[in-house]
């Protein structure tokens, strides 16, 4: 099975920026594709971003486009989520998730998931 570990959560001022981390384990990280979701007090659980094996194609949830970047280094088994101009409404639980077949844009076709990390954005 694969393992991912967040890492990176905390306090942070709004307009402020934060990295997350995910470091994943039990599988061959590049037959892997990416992706990181998010849930809020009071809100369901939503995409973020996503990333494919290659690291080639990005995709991002409206909210946070031009203010979140998503990458990964194979070599590192790592994925990250680069947040900037965080506000309020960022605040919440940030998981990794990792699909053997399509992009995870879906949390319905995620393989595998960690067990979150909290960011929490103050006025």
């Known amino acids: 099975q694969v393992q991912l570990v967040e890492s990176g959560g905390g306090l942070v001022q709004a307009g402020g920026s934060l990295r997350l981390s995910c470091a994943a384990s039990?599988?061959?990280?590049?037959?892997?594709?990416m992706g990181w979701f998010r849930q809020g007090p009071g809100k369901e659980r939503e995409f973020v971003a996503a990333?494919?094996?290659?690291?080639?194609?990005?995709y991002y949830a409206d909210s946070v486009k031009g203010r979140f970047t998503v990458s990964r280094v194979n070599a590192k088994n790592t994925v990250y989520l680069q947040m900037n101009s965080l506000n309020t409404e960022d605040t919440a639980v940030y998981s990794c998730?990792?699909?053997?077949?399509?992009?995870?844009?879906?949390?319905?076709?995620?393989?595998?998931w960690g067990k979150g990390t909290l960011v929490t954005v103050s006025s």
């Open positions: 039990g599988r061959t990280f590049s037959s892997l594709a």
């Open positions: 990333i494919n094996r290659s690291g080639g194609s990005t």
């Open positions: 998730a990792a699909d053997l077949g399509t992009v995870p844009v879906r949390q319905e076709t995620v393989d595998y």
